[in-house]
């Protein structure tokens, strides 16, 4: 079944209906931490919009590879998203990456995969 989407300024948009799930997996919105409040913005606007897709009961995977947004500065900027457009929320599960995906402990930087997994009422 096609759907028919109009698109924000985010590039999300509001569909003609609601999804169950939705995921969220942006590319690496910023490349230093002169960049976290401009990543951070962008991230907040993209999770507003990919809120209005899900469906009461839905889920919203939101996943980050952005090194210096870390699981402290995702759970606020969604936290935030989700009061702004009015939807009650419950953390499910918080994730990082795979064992097939290894950091390096003298690497922080190699550590940046982050994932929210938002159950929303």
């Known amino acids: 079944e096609k759907v028919k989407q109009k698109t924000d300024a985010a590039g999300i948009g509001e569909a003609d209906h609601e999804f169950d799930l939705v995921?969220?997996?942006?590319?690496?919105?910023?490349?230093?931490?002169?960049s976290i409040p401009k990543a951070l913005r962008h991230y907040e606007k993209l999770v507003t919009s990919a809120v209005r897709l899900v469906a009461p009961n839905g889920l919203l995977f939101v996943a980050s590879c952005t090194y210096s947004i870390g699981e402290r500065e995702l759970m606020g900027l969604c936290s935030r998203s989700l009061a702004w457009a009015e939807r009650d929320y419950r953390l499910v599960s918080t994730g990082s990456q795979a064992a097939d995906h290894p950091g390096h402990l003298m690497l922080p930087e190699s550590r940046y995969l982050r994932a929210l997994l938002l159950h929303l009422f």
């Open 23 to 34: 995921i969220l997996d942006p590319p690496n919105l910023g490349v230093d931490r002169m």
